[in-house]
């Protein structure tokens, strides 16, 4: 009887758990529950992952997104969720401004500390509009910054989606400003910032899988 009692009581805390801890799809559901694990179902995210490079006479520019999965986040509610993050690589007439493309390798206890993150799907009223999209296509808002930025104020917005042309996987991407420099210092709003703009060149890149 006591060996009875004490499957059906495992049995009890197992379901106890699963019931408040609930798996939900992250691009259907608000993240409004405790302890909810909101995850990318349908590996949306899996397609961006990995190395795409953009090149010119005077410029190179390399992305390395990676996906963190179940990342505990915490905010009004606490909550598990999947991210992509991303890092960067800037090279201009053979001078490398920015490399922290390693950094996607580690584990940071906050989302915000990697220079880009996952928002959502397009769906949100200030995303660049894509004229040459197809009417279903599925573009991800990353969120935008780079390891030499320490203003408040400056902001930019980046989607992107993946294609295939010719057999080649392929990124668009959408690279716009949002806000300008404020002229404070995000670590330290008393004290004044160093960066005007970002290093990278806004603009609408067209990127290819490197690995």
């Known amino acids: 009887?006591?060996?009875?009692?004490?499957?059906?009581?495992?049995?009890?805390?197992?379901?106890?758990?699963?019931?408040?801890?609930?798996?939900?799809?992250?691009?259907?559901?608000?993240?409004?529950?405790?302890?909810?694990?909101y995850k990318d179902m349908d590996n949306f995210y899996g397609q961006f992952v990995g190395t795409w490079v953009y090149s010119d006479n005077v410029k190179t520019i390399r992305y390395r997104f990676a996906k963190k999965e179940r990342f505990y986040r915490q905010s009004v509610q606490n909550y598990y969720v999947d991210y992509l993050i991303g890092e960067m690589q800037y090279i201009e007439n053979g001078v490398e401004k920015i490399n922290s493309l390693?950094?996607?390798n580690l584990n940071f206890d906050t989302i915000f500390k990697y220079s880009m993150s996952s928002i959502g799907k397009t769906g949100y009223n200030w995303a660049p509009v894509c004229t040459e999209c197809p009417p279903d296509v599925q573009r991800l808002i990353m969120s935008y910054d780079e390891p030499n930025n320490d203003d408040f104020g400056l902001d930019a917005t980046f989607v992107m989606r993946r294609?295939?042309?010719?057999?080649?996987?392929?990124?668009?991407?959408?690279?716009?400003?949002?806000?300008?420099?404020?002229?404070?210092?995000?670590?330290?709003?008393y004290q004044p910032s160093t960066t005007t703009d970002f290093t990278i060149p806004y603009g609408d890149y067209t990127l290819v899988r490197e690995n």
């Open 163 to 189: 294609v295939v042309e010719n057999g080649v996987e392929k990124l668009k991407v959408q690279y716009k400003p949002v806000s300008a420099a404020s002229g404070a210092n995000k670590y330290d709003i």
């Open 1 to 37: 009887m006591k060996q009875l009692f004490k499957i059906f009581s495992i049995f009890l805390i197992a379901l106890s758990s699963k019931a408040q801890s609930p798996v939900i799809d992250l691009h259907t559901t608000k993240k409004e529950i405790e302890n909810a694990y």
């Open 102 to 104: 390693n950094r996607v």
